[in-house]
């Protein structure tokens, strides 16, 4: 009678899941079924956690070469 419509089960993600995703997303390659996949976690915190450290680590590591580069370079 006056039953709602239930929403699916949401899945908790894994760490692997998360670095996966991030990674596919960075490099822009995300499937539309894993991306909807993540949409649908419920959660999007370790997401953003995930993006952020993804994005620090490569801000480092390309100031790390650039830095190398111009101190071989400059010998």
């Known amino acids: 009678m006056g039953e709602k419509p239930q929403k699916p089960a949401r899945q908790r993600v894994g760490l692997l899941q998360v670095i996966r995703s991030v990674s596919a997303a960075a490099f822009g390659v995300q499937a539309r079924k894993n991306q909807e996949a993540d949409f649908n976690s419920g959660n999007p915190v370790p997401f953003i956690i995930g993006g952020l450290i993804f994005t620090?680590?490569?801000?480092?590591?390309?100031?790390?070469?650039?830095?190398?580069?111009?101190?071989?370079?400059?010998?």
């Open 56 to 75: 620090l680590v490569f801000v480092i590591s390309i100031a790390l070469i650039v830095h190398w580069i111009v101190r071989t370079q400059g010998s």
